[in-house]
């Protein structure tokens, strides 16, 4: 039976929606049916319309369960927190104590240890005053009573408290605050500077070229006479770690093997480290590569010393250039050709640098943290003070110098610990110019232990604090541009050395936990918060992928603000530790991508004629010891956690203040002070990145 015509015109009516789409059924009495879309034939359903108290009731249960899921999560890494705090700081099982070598340190960790206990009075006073009710504290301009209004000895010495506090205290604290937060935008203002340089040199797309090809001869019988003499330093101490991966990069540069020399500096006071490398480099000398291998064996002045005494010898007067890499760098083989070239042509130009990519930069939170720091270090600081003055610290490694220009600027000095910014600063003053290769990388890894991250960053703001005062009359003197001292002094040294971990340390963790105690002295919230994770936003942009890890970064470079203050002042007024020279604990990774390229690398030089070079019985001898002691299973090292005191003091400190807050219902300064304390108190109890060995 056909449909009738009725419903088949109702059904095909023009709403005028969609596409008419036709339907042919074979085997029918009827011939098509037209369809205008589908929400005519099947109009939309209600959703809602088949819920009912019951699947509400599931579904409010569930999202209860899932509060109640991150509420024991949270619960367990809260215990957890504090078994650690009872095992480590109670029973002192498997730590010990950081070392105060120097009278700076027991010193401030004294005064940071005063603060505690004044503030631990202050809380109990405020504590017991808030319960008696008198919540004068609560408002500034609130009337306090008189003798004769005053009910009982204790309520009179919280008034004489009261009256000491905001007459001679709060004027001093907010002084210093205001001092402070000054400082602090600037330092602000001067990163901003930085970030819109680095967007303009992005913008414009403004880098150092190479014009032409360098290497090109128009000579051809003497091929290679374009490639200039380079002379290749690895310095290293004690780089068990690292030594071969390091060794085996730099001897597969890209670069004719005739006019290039390659040096291993070792500094190594272990006869089995020392007899390591020199297998290491007998492998590749007997490869025909031009190899030495060097050990002092009066070893001072650190670094410098080592590097000083490899210029001293003869046969490097015939090298123009000299290329430098730390024990744990691995350059790329075209390394020199993409960095030799900028030379030509271009007699004022003494240093270029290239940038250093991280191996190990996700292995745990603290290189994350790192790699955030030293990628705005080398992508804003490093690229724009090249582009625009020429001019920047040398990064001690990765770079190229020409070697007149280490001449004229005096040479390697032993005076500090940080001698690539003291020949950096020389060159400077002597008028060379340096380029930044931001699109040159050579590959690295940063300390995975906070042990190790801690002593180098002591190092690296100690010395130029020390440099500073050794560097200040030779700068007024020189005859460089007003402005570019202006810079050195002003910028350079000042303000990014000393200014920052100052205000730093003086705002964030001693001033702004005393105003809790004083009110009267106020730090306003923009100052807290709002600036500090602008800043931090702007630190993180190089790195976009860290991104989640904004507060952790903000925090955490807080509480390196301790370190980074011990190491300012430690250098500015000579103490003990100003010249200590602590070598960074490596781990010797590789990715795999950087493993597999070692090995085609190898393998190809390998298949490769090779100009043999023989080796005596007694170095033979001596590599098959070493490598019989190689194959002997080692037992395992002992790991072990340290106290670090001056932290976990601070971390009290700031806790203390953050349940002060509460009193007083100040909601951003409490939640600051509550995870900054808990983050110097991860910290005092070395529970971020690896455990030293």
């Avoid at 967007?199 to 403004?206: A, E, G, Q, R």
């Avoid at 290239?354 to 720091?373: G, S």
């Avoid at 950096?424 to 590959?443: C, E, P, T, Y």
């Avoid at 005062?469 to 460089?480: D, E, M, T």
Wanted: aromatic content about 12%; glycine content about 6%.
């Amino acid at each position: 039976m056909a449909p009738s015509t009725g419903f088949s015109k109702w059904w095909g009516k023009d709403t005028g929606k969609g596409t008419p789409v036709v339907v042919t059924m074979e085997n029918a009495n009827y011939s098509l049916l037209e369809i205008d879309g589908t929400d005519a034939a099947f109009p939309p359903v209600d959703k809602d319309r088949g819920k009912n108290a019951k699947q509400v009731t599931w579904v409010l249960l569930l999202k209860a369960h899932r509060a109640v899921g991150c509420l024991a999560w949270l619960g367990n890494i809260l215990w957890a927190l504090l078994g650690t705090i009872k095992k480590r700081l109670i029973f002192g099982q498997g730590v010990t104590m950081e070392n105060e070598k120097s009278v700076k340190g027991r010193l401030l960790f004294r005064v940071i240890q005063a603060f505690l206990v004044t503030a631990l009075a202050f809380l109990a006073f405020e504590v017991v005053a808030h319960y008696k009710g008198w919540h004068y504290f609560q408002n500034h301009n609130l009337h306090i009573p008189q003798t004769l209004e005053i009910r009982g000895w204790l309520h009179t010495v919280y008034v004489a408290w009261l009256e000491f506090r905001a007459n001679y205290i709060a004027t001093a604290i907010q002084a210093v605050s205001n001092f402070c937060v000054a400082l602090f935008l600037i330092q602000s203002a001067d990163r901003l500077i930085l970030c819109l340089g680095c967007f303009w040199i992005k913008y414009k797309k403004i880098k150092p070229r190479i014009e032409g090809d360098p290497f090109k001869s128009d000579d051809l019988e003497g091929s290679g006479c374009n490639y200039p003499m380079v002379l290749v330093q690895i310095p290293m101490c004690n780089e068990r770690e690292v030594y071969e991966q390091s060794i085996s990069a730099v001897c597969q540069l890209d670069w004719p093997k005739d006019r290039l020399l390659i040096q291993v500096l070792d500094d190594s006071d272990d006869e089995g480290i020392q007899w390591l490398i020199k297998g290491e480099v007998s492998k590749w000398s007997q490869r025909g590569v031009n190899i030495i291998y060097r050990h002092r064996l009066v070893r001072t002045g650190y670094k410098a010393g080592n590097l000083k005494s490899a210029m001293n010898c003869d046969y490097v007067k015939v090298y123009e250039f000299v290329a430098i890499f730390d024990a744990d760098f691995q350059p790329n083989p075209d390394y020199l050709k993409q960095t030799i070239p900028h030379f030509k042509d271009n007699p004022e130009l003494g240093l270029v640098q290239a940038r250093w990519a991280f191996v190990n930069k996700d292995e745990n939170l603290l290189t994350r943290l790192q790699n955030i720091n030293l990628c705005f270090h080398f992508e804003v600081e490093q690229q724009v003070n090249g582009v625009f003055l020429n001019f920047f610290g040398f990064n001690g490694t990765a770079g190229v110098w020409r070697v007149k220009a280490l001449e004229d600027s005096g040479g390697w000095l032993e005076r500090t610990t940080v001698e690539d910014m003291d020949i950096a600063v020389r060159a400077h003053l002597n008028g060379w110019k340096f380029i930044f290769l931001n699109d040159v990388k050579v590959i690295c890894e940063v300390p995975e232990s906070f042990e190790a991250y801690r002593k180098q960053q002591h190092r690296w703001h100690s010395g130029p604090m020390h440099l500073f005062r050794l560097c200040l009359p030779a700068i007024i003197k020189s005859k460089i541009s007003f402005w570019k001292k202006a810079n050195l002094i002003l910028l350079f040294f000042l303000l990014r050395k000393l200014i920052l971990p100052f205000y730093s340390f003086t705002l964030f963790c001693i001033i702004l936990p005393l105003t809790m105690f004083v009110p009267e002295a106020e730090l306003p919230a923009w100052v807290i918060c709002y600036v500090p994770v602008c800043m931090s936003f702007l630190s993180i942009l190089p790195a976009p992928r860290s991104f989640p890890f904004i507060a952790p970064y903000l925090l955490f470079e807080n509480t390196m603000s301790v370190t980074k203050f011990n190491a300012m002042i430690s250098g500015l007024f000579q103490l003990g530790s100003s010249y200590e020279w602590v070598v960074t604990k490596k781990a010797g990774r590789s990715s795999e991508s950087d493993l597999l390229a070692a090995a085609e690398r190898e393998s190809k030089a390998m298949s490769q004629p090779q100009l043999y070079r023989g080796a005596s019985d007694s170095e033979l001898s001596e590599l098959n010891k070493l490598k019989e002691q190689e194959t002997v299973p080692k037992p395992p090292v002992k790991k072990t956690n340290k106290i670090y005191r001056k932290e976990l003091a601070l971390a009290f400190l700031l806790l203390t203040a953050a349940l002060r807050s509460l009193l007083s219902a100040q909601g951003v300064h409490f939640y600051y002070l509550l995870f900054q304390g808990v983050s110097f108190l991860l910290v005092g109890l070395d529970l971020i990145g690896e455990q030293m060995s």
